[in-house]
């Protein structure tokens, strides 16, 4: 009986995590009257023309900006978030503790303070205007370097270090091939967290840039429609495809994603 009401449960919570995406696919196949009179729980026959009109736009040529921006950031981020995690535990310096503190009071300012502070100073370096602002944002994030500092601490011992410094490895080449291969799990939760953060930053984009051709997903679904219409039909669909990525990096990095949240768990 214990077993078996565990599985209702399970599935009454996967039924009601499923019930949004569903209506997101049904809402697609509708147009925007349909939407606001409550026709979502059956299919419509408005998917094409939902559709054309997305290819309609620069729809796709914003999904190429998202994924060179979110890929670009994704992977510069967690390279140093890495080494400086590995640097702050692993390595003795002055004001190692309070450059560590610096770094923990920083997650503790909203980002909308700094993005004040960050539109000067992309102005002052006249990138305004480009892809660059958006990636540079996430090359120094706080939570990474935490999280990798964390990870590093419980996870990688001093002793593999100190065996491959006297077999005379140099310190890059034994971060390379010591410090990530044993990090794999952070690293993978961490470049799903960021590419997910990135994929989906709507305020940063909105503040600088200006030109269509440098629109990124969200912008590019808010635009869908024109000044006296709103096309939610085909904004729906836009949001579709723009998820798609999302739940396939989901699908296939889930395991690591799951080992790098349980790392340092402790077994029953």
């Not at 040529?61 to 692993?90: D, P, Q, R």
């Not at 890059?172 to 799990?185: A, E, N, S, T, Y």
């Not at 503040?207 to 006296?228: A, C, D, H, Q, R």
């Not at 039909?233 to 949001?239: C, N, V």
């Amino acid at each position: 009986m214990r077993r078996t009401a565990l599985n209702v449960l399970l599935l009454l919570v996967s039924v009601i995590s499923i019930l949004p995406f569903y209506f997101l696919i049904v809402m697609t196949t509708r147009v925007t009257g349909d939407i606001f009179k409550g026709k979502i729980f059956l299919p419509g026959a408005y998917f094409a023309d939902n559709f054309r009109t997305v290819l309609g736009s620069s729809f796709f040529h914003s999904y190429w900006n998202s994924i060179l921006v979110s890929v670009t950031a994704t992977a510069v981020c967690v390279f140093i978030s890495a080494m400086t995690g590995y640097a702050l535990t692993k390595y003795e310096f002055k004001l190692r503790g309070a450059f560590f503190a610096f770094i923990i009071g920083t997650m503790m300012i909203p980002p909308q303070i700094g993005m004040i502070g960050y539109l000067i100073e992309m102005r002052f370096l006249h990138l305004t205007d480009s892809l660059v602002p958006l990636i540079l944002v996430w090359t120094t994030n706080a939570f990474g370097v935490f999280w990798m500092a964390q990870y590093i601490k419980s996870s990688l011992h001093t002793e593999l270090i100190e065996s491959a410094r006297v077999d005379g490895c140099n310190e890059f080449r034994i971060f390379l091939q010591i410090v990530l291969p044993v990090i794999k799990p952070a690293v993978a939760t961490l470049s799903m967290v960021i590419f997910l953060w990135s994929w989906n930053n709507y305020m940063l984009p909105l503040v600088l840039v200006n030109k269509e051709s440098l629109f990124t997903i969200p912008l590019s679904i808010k635009s869908l429609g024109n000044i006296y219409y709103t096309d939610y039909g085909a904004r729906l669909t836009g949001l579709l495809f723009a998820i798609l990525p999302l739940i396939l990096i989901f699908v296939l990095g889930s395991k690591s994603f799951i080992r790098g949240l349980t790392a340092g768990a402790v077994k029953g």
